[in-house]
């Protein structure tokens, strides 16, 4: 993520969490991150790459099932 300034840029350690904590603490983590968005793991989503944005992906029972990062 070497485009991204400095920071923390994935949060593996939040799998199998909660996918609204998730974003609440990434979003406290890293405060450029504007905007950790939870959605579907099955879901279609943008692929443009945004410094300030985490996609959180859950499951069925709304824990984080793929590694968070920023993009």
Do not use: H, Y
């Not at 992906?57 to 824990?63: A, D, I, L, P, T």
Request: charged share 30%.
């Amino acid at each position: 993520m070497s485009e991204c300034p400095a920071g923390k840029n994935s949060w593996p350690e939040l799998v199998g969490e909660d996918g609204d904590k998730a974003a609440a603490k990434i979003e406290q983590e890293n405060q450029r991150v504007k905007k950790a968005i939870v959605v579907d793991e099955s879901a279609i989503v943008t692929t443009d790459f945004r410094c300030a944005r985490v996609w959180v992906f859950v499951n069925k029972e709304g824990k984080v099932s793929v590694v968070p990062k920023i993009g």
